[in-house]
């Protein structure tokens, strides 16, 4: 459906921005633009960038606007992205959501759908490190608070859960300072023009999934299904 709109989801690591970006970007059938996931794929393959970004993301630190702004300039010339996306971990930085503005104009959007996930640090910590994945099918558990029946294997296909690289303790700690030096801002900078939607995450996926359909419902004027 043509709906000629980016959708932006902002918050900390560990708001559970992935989970919820992918269940949206369904529900409104547009792609799921995750700059993150993005890059951890170059650094995957091997490529001339993921060799650049590989050793930044492992520190936690953000990746350069300049590197930012051409991955995304690239995927947005894609023909699944004519009619709208939504944005995960873009924009970080003002640099970058000034960059978005330009080429959201360029397209003949309107104003992009702005939702801030919002948590206390505790809550973030103990997903973020409690997170592990599993290596074959990509399902997402929490040792904490949402553990496997057995320890380290997935429920589903028996795959052996990893830790992302970028997860414990020490890269966690500058993730989140990252995110509250280049990030926090950007919140400021979408209130001012009256498209931020401010969404309490720390409640369950699918009541937070429930509260984001109800924006976006509102915002396109039709109804949602998750
Ligand atoms: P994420 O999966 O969104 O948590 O991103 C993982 C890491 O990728 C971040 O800690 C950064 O190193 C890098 N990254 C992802 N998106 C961006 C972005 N928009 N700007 C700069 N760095 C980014």
Known sequence: MAINRAFIFLGPPGAGKGTQAKRIAK???VPHL????????AVSRGTDLGKVVGPIMQRGELVSDELVMKMIEERLAQP?????????GFP??????EGL???LESKGFGKPVVVDLSVGEEK???????RRTCGVGGEIYNVYDAPPKVDGICDNDGGKLVQRADDTAEVVKQRLAAYDRATKPLTE???RQGVLHVVDASASMDEVSRALGEIVKRAEGRNGHL
């Open 189 to 191: 900078y979408y209130r």
């Open 80 to 88: 699944d992205c004519a009619a709208g996306c939504l944005f995960d």
């Open 124 to 130: 973030l910590l103990r997903r973020l490190t409690g």
């Open 34 to 41: 995750s700059t993150g996931d993005m890059m951890r794929d």
């Open 27 to 29: 529900l409104c059938g």
């Open 101 to 103: 503005d330009r080429i």
């Open 92 to 97: 970080r930085t003002l640099p970058q959501s």
